[in-house]
Antibody, heavy 119, light 108 residues
Framework: EVQMVESGGGLAQPGGSLRLSCAAS????????MNWVRRAPGEGLEWISY????????YYADSVKGRFTISRDNAENSLYLQMDNLRADDTAIYYC????????????WGRGTLVTVSS | SYVLAQPPSVSVAPGKTARITCGGN??????VNWYQQRPGLAPILVIY???DRPSGIPERFSGSNSGNTATLTISRVEAGDEADYFC???????????FGGGTKLTVV
C-alpha cells in the first residue's frame, strides 16, 4: 500500500526555520519525482517545489525561492523541505505528492502537516 | 506566468450533472489534471491527461479540454461529491506547476 506521511510541522516565529519530512513506503521511492504543495487557510492549492528522482533537478515557486530548499534521501525513502526566513503567509498545510515527471499529474498525496508562522 | 481561472462555487442538486470549468490561454494545448479535496482530507487525483480516470474513480467523473476551457463533469452527483475541485497544468515557460483557484461544489 502506498503511503506518504509528513511530519515536522508546528509553530514557528517570523524569520524562523522549520524542516518538514515526508516518509514514503509501498513504492520504489527513487523511481518517482516528488513535490511539495501547500494550502493556506481560506486559499487554494499552491505548488511550491519539485525534485527529480535522483535529486539533480529542483524547481521552486517564486513565493519560496531563496528561502526553501527541497531535498531527498532515497536510501531512507524520505523527502524534505527546509524552510528558512519564514513569514506569516507561509502558514498552511504542507503536502508531499509524487509524480512520474515534472509535467505529469500528482497521483498520490500525503495527509499533510500544519505549519503556523506567528509571533 | 500562466493563470487558470475557476468559478469560486458551483451548486447542483443530487442526481444532476455538475460542470466545473477551468479557463486558461490556449489551455487546449496543455494537459489538464483535476483534484478533489474534501474538508480535512488530502487532495486526490480524479482526472489526468484531460480525460483519463485513475483506478477507483467512478465513471461519473469525466473531463474535456479544448480551446481556452477545460471542464470537469460530474454526472449523477452524490452528496459525497461535495468538495473543492482544482485544475492544474504544467507551465513550460516557467517550469512551474500551476493550480486554478479552486471551485467549491455544493450539493443542495
Amino acid at each position: 500500500e502506498v503511503q506518504m506521511v509528513e511530519s515536522g510541522g508546528g509553530l514557528a516565529q517570523p524569520g524562523g526555520s522549520l524542516r518538514l519530512s515526508c516518509a514514503a513506503s509501498g513504492f520504489i521511492f527513487s523511481g518517482y519525482e516528488m513535490n511539495w504543495v501547500r494550502r493556506a487557510p481560506g486559499e487554494g492549492l499552491e505548488w511550491i517545489s519539485y525534485i527529480s528522482g535522483h535529486g539533480t533537478t529542483r524547481y521552486y515557486a517564486d513565493s519560496v525561492k531563496g528561502r526553501f530548499t527541497i531535498s531527498r534521501d532515497n536510501a531512507e525513502n524520505s523527502l524534505y523541505l527546509q524552510m528558512d526566513n519564514l513569514r506569516a503567509d507561509d502558514t498552511a498545510i504542507y503536502y508531499c505528492a509524487r509524480s512520474t515527471n515534472p509535467t505529469t499529474e500528482l497521483d498520490f498525496w500525503g495527509r499533510g502537516t500544519l505549519v503556523t508562522v506567528s509571533s | 506566468s500562466y493563470v487558470l481561472a475557476q468559478p469560486p462555487s458551483v451548486s447542483v442538486a443530487p442526481g444532476k450533472t455538475a460542470r466545473i470549468t477551468c479557463g486558461g490561454n490556449d489551455i487546449g494545448r496543455k494537459s489538464v489534471n483535476w483534484y478533489q479535496q474534501r474538508p480535512g482530507l488530502a487532495p486526490i487525483l480524479v482526472i489526468y491527461y484531460d480525460t483519463d480516470r485513475p483506478s477507483g474513480i467512478p465513471e461519473r467523473f469525466s473531463g474535456s479540454n479544448s480551446g481556452n476551457t477545460a471542464t470537469l463533469t460530474i454526472s449523477r452527483v452524490e452528496a459525497g461529491d461535495e468538495a473543492d475541485y482544482f485544475c492544474q497544468v504544467w507551465d513550460s515557460d516557467t517550469d512551474h506547476r500551476v493550480f486554478g483557484g479552486g471551485t467549491k461544489l455544493t450539493v443542495v
